[in-house]
């Protein structure tokens, strides 16, 4: 909501480069509201803005910026900023950074940040994606349980800083094993000569460094921390998982397993800006895969048909059903949950650009999809003339499906009801009756009139 | 993980009427995992381990129970003991519950509560369902801008038994107007003789009453809060709505628009512990509601049909796999999301049972169809015979879809992928083909051949 108010005065700055100017929208504003700003100017301009900021404050927007921007604007930068950068940003940002960058970049990199910065990125860097290792932060309060709540507070001072939260604080021992838990809000009603070991809980729920990240974020959720620790095998206090990180596994698992049910491979980015080139891919194995399904139902139709000489238009009809159905789902499922995360983004797109964008995309899906066609029923049929109606028609389909999927749940939305409404099957159910409409009509075209 | 270990203690307990050991239980662990233990007891024995804990503590246990499981218990306490528990649990817990009262038993009820807590709860009774309002909590830290740190932290003190969080805290003025925010670390670092006005944030980031809850969850992620402020029409400081609750919210959203995707009206409770009777009900609907869309494509699918005898079979074809394809894709969906929120609960419950309530569900529910596609294909085609056949394929169909869609997430999940690659269009895949080779053989068996 800030974007359509801010960005033309942001834009104006740049152009006019006025410096004073820029440092002070870095500092005024929250960092996540500047790194979203920043993220609809070009990469250039993004990097004019922050190198304006003081480090400590560019390093916390630039750990705000969507992950494929960030890696865009690394690609722009010096090593010797960058490694400041780095060694600046929050121990778990700057890893999920790293590991999306060349490997030779990370090593040229390393050498020039601080030896405690480098040892805990390297270790971060070691645990496998999707665990809890990967998601956890290094930046935690810790503090030994014979020291009274007086002087606790006295060393919560000096790590307030730079922790990620203080809210929590973890009581471990000298070999880092994890013993007890005390929460700030314990520690501000307890008598500052009390003994962090008299009020500890003993009982941490913790995870372990190499379970799932979803079900940490699951864990945190079931019992509301605002943290839940992380130990190694040797039941060490390695890290913590803060909510707000747990709050991002659960939405991008959400998303995925969305994709995932209308056969839409999982994007790495936001569907509104991910390329047409890269949504074809995670959607096209799937199509693929279920056209594969949809010839084998063909094949299996033809056994059931009679010689008629016109028995191959019912053998494909339900692939030119399906063909439509599944592009139809596709594409709703991918506005619908981007809408879900983020509506206000379709003011700034624009329904027009979307549904442009969905034309080509489908045209090129819709054409690979009836490529293939052909061969199969030219195959299945041993005739030039089904192969060219079968495609044809998968083609017309395909395109038709998958505008209307991106479009029905935007008309939804503009009635303020869920665009999660139109739902798979409903879409398939649309499609249908006008593919059918489509079929028969290519096939009267080709043919001058129909099978009896 | 509790669960399995600690019911049959649990139970004895109850049986041996032990009641030392039932308040240990209740004291000791954390309330989150208490109450996960209860709600796999009978009602009337997990009344009986709460009567044994201080009210407190009771009420806390109460609070992170399922919603459904609340309102059993409630229907078997007496008004005494339930307006104590009421006026103990937190502000929004409690108003989540009274919600889904009888409206005349929370009339019953109020009189019983102390004055401060009764306006309270009306107030928060007020605001529409899916608003700001509805889940917020107004135990909320506040402070006036005049007073010093070290001030602060006395009246903290004070405040911080029965806040929500004191990690936040909101600088008003006498109107309650929101004047400010400063956080718990920023306070602890600052010198106690410092004003709060020198120390506060000026841009507080709010949300209105009547802001839509999504949105408010999906701002408060946005910034990486742990809570965030509520405000009237009149700017006035009327709640807050902690991370937790806003994690519910996606949670639940997120699971809506996955059911809603699978054409599935969303469930109040989990789908464990839903009954076939709520489920086909959900199902139903959105069942006929596109049984009706098929019916449409085989009236039009009439017209490209030659006068050939038995053009009827491939009119219905259409309505025999998009049954199919649908009822498979609303189990599908179910259980994908079901596991993806509890996944541990499979094991207590059984896979087994699941696939029986499937097949008792689809029964219904394929039943249904089935008779209305029996008059709908008699009606169109004027005949006994097709009716027969068509109406047997889709009963026929539904349930092998059904009990295949709950089946194939569980399959692929036992071999630790993600279930959700179970997607809409593959269910509907699998079930084209069988669904053919059904409707086929069905037309065989009643016409002893198939048409030319």
Known sequence: MYNTLLLPDLRLMIIENDEKAMQEFCEVLFPAVTAELLAELPPTDALTVLSQCPLERRAEIFGYLPLGFQITLVENMDRKPLSRLVQEMAADDRVDLLEKLDPNQVETLLP???QAERADIRRLLSYPEGSAGSIMTTEYASLPKSITVGEAFDRLRLQ?????????????D??????GFISMRKLILAKPQQLLSEIMRNDVIYVKVDDDDEFVANE???YGFIAIPVVDTENRLVGIVTHD???????????EDQHRLAAVEPLDDSYFSTSVFVLAQKRGFWLLFLLGASVFTAWVLQFFQGSGERGWIIMFLPLVMASGGNAGSQSAALVISALARDHARLRVIGTFHILTRELSLSLILGGTVASISFFCAWLLTGAIAPAIVVSTTVLLVVVMAAVTGAAMPIVIQSFDADPA?????LIAAIVDVIGVIIYF????????????
């Open 174 to 179: 000298d070999r880092r094993q994890l013993l």
């Open 245 to 255: 990180d747990a709050a991002d596994v659960l939405r991008e698992e959400a998303e």
């Open 441 to 452: 009509n290519v096939a009267y075209l080709v043919f001058g009139n129909l099978p009896a």
């Open 112 to 114: 020039l940040i601080a």
């Open 220 to 222: 945190l959720n079931r």
């Open 421 to 425: 409404y139109m739902s798979t099957p």
């Open 160 to 172: 307030a800083p730079d922790r990620e939260t203080i809210y929590y604080i973890y009581i471990i």
